[in-house]
């Protein structure tokens, strides 16, 4: 039996911690009132529920791509055991298929031969120009090649068979729960989910998560058998390329996020309320960090961790604990260049609230400012920057494309959207033009974002206090 070591990388303690966060801040929710009923207009919001959905099938992608370990190697009996060299993740041995079956270079979506021309031996005709047969793709159909798009529709109508019938089980427990909670029959609590008489959006989750697995079951299904999403230069699978990505963008979006929150938030209620010199300062501060141009400041400062990195080798065993650093120094990069916006915001809605009539009563009173600042100030300021957050996340992945894209972004040896965007450039030069890499990152990247975006619009909703 092949065994294993842990590796922890430092990107995995965040992510777990901010899990651990979660589950806390979930239980602080619980016992505070006026934030569970924040929150129950949240869960109330079919919209929100639905791309909540998604973002959490996102999630647990990243969470199965941040458990990793180093395979062991064979040895001899009475050797001591030793690990290879390459890190993986329990997604990755999930994915082995789409991970190991490489193809000599490019090929199309559901192909069963490479995109380009090469000389081939032919027995009884020597050596002539043609497409060469993919060494997995379509391999199980033989010489039957004509037959790729029954054989796939089959393929996908089974599973999406037996995605309904694992969305309909989960429908019944849901019905279950429904019902259980209401004294009522199960039947009663299937008519109560689709008539939208629930106060959680039960009929959205569901409507939802019956979509997702009628698009995944076929999709990693079919992913056995051929490459749904094409290969790239190099061979690789274009659909494993992209489930790495996902944790890359998890990351960048919330490691940053939490980076700029507690500066954002201190300084802009500190500028606000104090006003005086500390806001001159503070303002100063913000408006010189604006004035310079954000990708030269972030192309400096991750060239100068560049040179850091490269200048000491003996910090890394691996090529993965060396890209993981480079990830995390971008995060921490991008919160420090991107707190301003926030602090800005805060600030003015600082201004606002010290002047009404119940803050300047605790000022009577004598009641200290650090006081009135956590007890008055910051839990009506919360919605802003729940907001935000969630806004932020979405800004802050389609910044790691955009700064991966020139060359600044994450260690060329990381997979994420920006460096599929980036080794797409090259391809799309090509003759005929190489769209599939650019189309999946395209797509991923614009789903996970969307969801995000109308996630925060739910919190919005639910949590500004002026709302009606």
Not at 130 to 153: I, M, N, S
């Amino acid at each position: 039996m092949m065994g294993f070591q842990i590796v922890v990388l430092w990107s995995d303690v965040l992510i777990w911690l901010l899990v651990a966060a979660g589950v806390g801040v979930g239980f602080l929710i619980a016992n505070n009132p006026p934030l569970l009923a924040a929150w129950r207009r949240v869960g109330a919001s079919r919209v929100g529920m639905a791309s909540a959905t998604v973002l959490l099938v996102f999630i647990l992608i990243g969470l199965l791509d941040s458990l990793h370990y180093r395979a062991q190697l064979e040895s001899k009996a009475g050797q001591k055991a030793s690990y290879a060299v390459e890190v993986l993740s329990v997604l990755d041995a999930l994915a082995v298929p789409l991970r190991s079956r490489n193809e000599k270079t490019y090929s199309e979506p559901f192909a069963t031969r490479l995109y380009s021309k090469e000389t081939i031996d032919v027995p009884g005709q020597g050596s002539v120009r043609d497409y060469p047969r993919l060494k997995y793709g379509g391999k199980h159909l033989g010489e039957r090649e004509d037959e790729v798009a029954a054989d796939a529709g089959f393929t996908a109508f089974r599973a999406a068979g037996l995605a309904f019938v694992g969305w309909a089980m989960l429908a019944a427990l849901a019905a279950a729960v429904v019902a259980r909670g209401s004294a009522m029959a199960e039947a009663s609590g299937w008519q109560r989910i689709w008539r939208g008489e629930t106060v959680f959006a039960w009929d959205a989750v569901l409507i939802t998560f019956g979509f997702i697995l009628l698009c995944i079951v076929p999709l990693f299904w079919l992913a056995g058998q051929y490459h749904v999403f094409g290969t790239d230069k190099v061979g690789q699978d274009v659909l494993y390329q992209v489930l790495k990505s996902v944790r890359t963008g998890l990351i960048i979006g919330l490691v940053t996020t939490l980076v700029m929150l507690p500066m954002a938030v201190l300084l802009g209620i500190v500028a606000g309320y104090f006003r005086g010199w500390v806001d001159d300062v503070i303002q100063y501060i913000y408006t010189v960090l604006n004035s310079i141009p954000g990708v030269l400041l972030i192309a400096a400062a991750v060239l100068m961790m560049q040179v850091v990195i490269d200048t000491h080798p003996e910090w890394f065993s691996t090529a993965a604990e060396r890209a993981d650093l480079r990830l995390l120094a971008l995060c921490f990069i991008l919160g420090i260049t991107s707190w301003t916006g926030l602090c800005r915001l805060l600030r003015g809605e600082t201004l606002k609230l010290r002047e009404l009539e119940y803050i300047q009563a605790a000022q009577a009173f004598g009641v200290s400012s650090w006081r009135i600042i956590v007890r008055h100030i910051l839990p009506n300021l919360m919605h802003i920057v729940i907001i935000s957050l969630v806004m932020d996340f979405s800004g802050l992945v389609l910044a790691e494309a955009v700064l991966s894209y020139v060359g600044i972004g994450v260690d060329p040896t990381m997979t994420s959207f920006g460096t599929m965007i980036n080794n797409a450039r090259m391809e799309l030069g090509r003759e005929p033009v190489v769209w599939w890499s650019l189309a999946a990152a395209f797509s991923a990247m614009f789903i996970l974002v969307l969801a995000a975006n109308l996630f925060a619009d739910a919190v919005r909703d639910a949590f500004d206090p002026r709302a009606t």
